[in-house]
């Protein structure tokens, strides 16, 4: 990265779409933005804005919020449809809107209580959000009718929280070229380098560093704080019991008591956001509200064990979604199981650590796993036995011994504990009462019944789990995958179809829909619904797959070949990718290209006949006789009853005859 030591004069002419300038943070560096952003205001720019993207500042979508609300009012005057079309991913990024738009579809995990929510979102559900925020920018600027460049300065960028960062990099990579939009991020000093990494897959980066002098921060008087304290009570007492207007308050009510006289009074409101973030699957972000809160532990809950879990359950629930199961299982052994007595506290964290064990650690353990569902049943018999919360742990435990058994290969024992599960929610609760709970049964059910290869049952106990929560995308995609594994391909195509309909964009539902269709023999579909994930996703392995088989069935090799170097550049050990390419580089005539990818196959995968049968046609065709015959040898050796044995045993005839050998 070569880095300039100016702003350029003419922000819109050198076609670049991302700088990234790093600076001292002050007023010497927001006057060099306005003044550039001024400048691209002067070069005809149809859009320009400042936004701050500090986290502290504006919380989980600082920056795209304020871009959103910039928009709204042309965006309602210019194609109003959208605004329904994208209702959730409008109120989840600006809460205040719910006041008079609530989302068409809204499942049981964003209406139920705190108490009664035994279901979190999906890891990818806040991609969707930004894809379909930016969907929702790319479809206003086809509706209207005025041109011109876009130009967004996003100050403070180094401080955004993980979803922000995230939509303004795939903005500028999926419509960067759409809105002509010019990105410019300012970073502090050290960080340059980082965030030219991190946006350089997005478009063409530059770089500038300035050198600014540092801006003394003054200490803040004592009676700044005791404003900043005044002005949080009275923020508090405007949102009080709207929960909208908290959300949509949240990040100003922490940086108020943080910087008061009484910064007490912020870890509540951490807490919260820690809450709200788990609740609409932000867990990245979770985490930075998390964080704080673990350090302070002790200090925070002392012996209240219900405070300790709303916090530490929160925030191991985010490390092991994110891929730090490891952090999340010590945190539970030593700010749980090392520290408490309580036995509600102690079944749930032997509860989460069984899962761990089979789930989110490196290594899957089922003999400790086994021994945590264990711990934890004795916690639960400390309970009173006929209370909600005794029979509420009983049935979670009862769901991770299931997934112990299942893991076991006991999965008729499984369904027999699960089974158990669902009689003692009708008893005790009704077959109305904890809906999330019965869902979430269901679900286990059916994975239970698809493992065994009951493909009605399974379809029967999805089926039951959407009557539960219709507008829940997750179980229609789930529905589709059993549908499709018994071949009903017809059924998984509407599964997957409301799964798209009820969501913002789903890269994996897309690969789901295009492997359906694929099944289907309808080429066009496929290839189509592949190329929609791989906008989402450039990365997603098995929609490229997907679609270079459907370029082959197509009759387009170059295509189907540009997508298997694709696929190889990310997983280059793809023995099946490497074979396929190897016949696609045959036909086209590039025959040592087609040995170099079978001799890599099959170092990979020594024991897959196929590839040695393949390299024996091109090896004859290279004139490598001696070596095609030990292929063919070798094919007939891995499958001794192959259905064509009499054809390769003439063409090894053939080789021994052939003149020379």
Not at 126 to 140: K, P, T
Request: glycine share 6%.
């Amino acid at each position: 990265m070569n880095w300039r030591n100016d702003l350029p004069s003419h922000p819109l002419s050198s076609g670049e779409r991302v700088l990234v300038l790093e600076a001292e943070p002050g007023s010497e560096r927001r006057e060099a933005l306005a003044g550039w952003l001024e400048r691209a205001r002067g070069g005809q720019a149809l859009f320009s804005q400042q936004l701050d993207c500090d986290f502290s500042q504006g919380g989980v979508w600082a920056g795209v919020a304020e871009l959103l609300g910039a928009l709204l009012p042309r965006i309602r005057a210019v194609a109003p449809a959208l605004l329904v079309s994208h209702d959730t991913e409008l109120t989840a990024i600006l809460p205040q809107l719910r006041e008079t738009t609530r989302p068409r579809h809204q499942s049981l995990v964003e209406l139920s209580a705190d108490q009664e929510l035994f279901q979190l979102h999906a890891l990818r559900r806040a991609d969707r959000l930004v894809h379909g925020a930016i969907e929702l920018l790319a479809g206003f600027r086809a509706a209207d009718t005025a041109r011109g460049p876009w130009v967004l300065v996003c100050e403070h960028f180094d401080r955004a929280g993980d979803l922000a960062r995230r939509f303004f990099r795939e903005l500028v990579r999926r419509r960067g070229e759409h809105l002509d939009l010019t990105l410019l991020v300012a970073v502090d000093p050290g960080m340059g380098d980082a965030t030219c990494t991190e946006l350089s897959g997005a478009g063409r980066v530059s770089g500038v560093r300035l050198s600014l002098a540092p801006q003394a921060q003054a200490p803040m008087s004592a009676e700044v704080q005791r404003a900043n304290a005044h002005a949080a009570r009275e923020l508090e007492h405007r949102v009080q019991g709207k929960p909208d207007a908290v959300e949509a308050s949240l990040a100003s009510l922490i940086q108020l008591w943080e910087q008061s006289t009484e910064p007490e009074n912020a870890p509540r409101w951490r807490t919260e956001g820690l809450r709200l973030c788990v609740r609409q699957g932000y867990y990245e972000d979770a985490l930075r509200y998390g964080e704080p809160l673990v350090l302070a532990l002790d200090a925070l809950c002392d012996r209240e064990p219900k405070a300790r879990w709303d916090i530490l359950g929160k925030f191991c629930a985010c490390l092991s979604i994110t891929g730090r199961g490891e952090r999340a299982a010590r945190l539970l052994e030593e700010e749980v199981v090392a520290k408490s007595d309580d036995p509600a506290l102690l079944a749930r964290a032997f509860q989460t650590l069984a899962v761990y064990h089979l789930r989110y650690l490196p290594r899957r353990d089922v003999r400790a796993a086994e021994q945590c569902v264990q711990r934890a049943a004795e916690a639960v018999s400390r309970l009173a036995p006929s209370t909600d919360e005794a029979r509420t742990l009983s049935i979670v435990n009862n769901n991770a011994l299931a997934l112990v058994r299942l893991h076991e290969g006991r999965p008729d024992e499984a369904l027999r504990i699960c089974q158990a599960s669902l009689v003692i929610l009708d008893e005790h609760f009704g077959p109305q009462g904890r809906p999330l709970q019965r869902a979430a049964l269901m679900l286990r059910l059916a994975e239970l019944f698809l493992f065994m290869g009951a493909h009605d049952e399974a379809l029967a106990h999805y089926s039951a789990a959407i009557a539960i929560d219709p507008s829940q995308s997750e179980y229609y995609g789930l529905r589709g995958v059993a549908a499709f594994k018994a071949g009903r391909f017809v059924e998984a195509e509407a599964d997957f179809r409301q799964a798209l309909a009820l969501s913002p964009p789903h890269a994996e539902i897309g690969v789901n829909l295009g492997q359906c269709y694929r099944a289907m023999e309808r080429a066009e579909d496929a290839l189509r619904v592949y190329s929609f994930a791989l906008e989402l996703e450039p990365r997603n392995v098995l929609a490229l797959v997907g679609r270079a088989q459907v370029h082959e069935l197509l009759g387009q090799p170059e295509r189907a070949c540009a997508d298997y170097d694709a696929v190889l550049l990310l997983k280059p050990d793809d023995a099946p990718v490497l074979a396929n390419r190897a016949v696609l580089h045959y036909e086209a005539g590039r025959l040592h290209a087609s040995v170099a990818d079978l001799d890599r196959a099959i170092s990979l995968a020594s024991d897959t006949p196929e590839f040695y049968q393949n390299r024996a046609v091109v090896l004859s065709d290279l004139g490598r006789r001696a070596e095609a015959l030990a292929d063919l040898s070798a094919y007939l050796r891995l499958r001794p009853d192959a259905e064509d044995r009499a054809e390769v045993e003439a063409k090894l005839a053939a080789l021994l005859d052939a003149p020379g050998q």
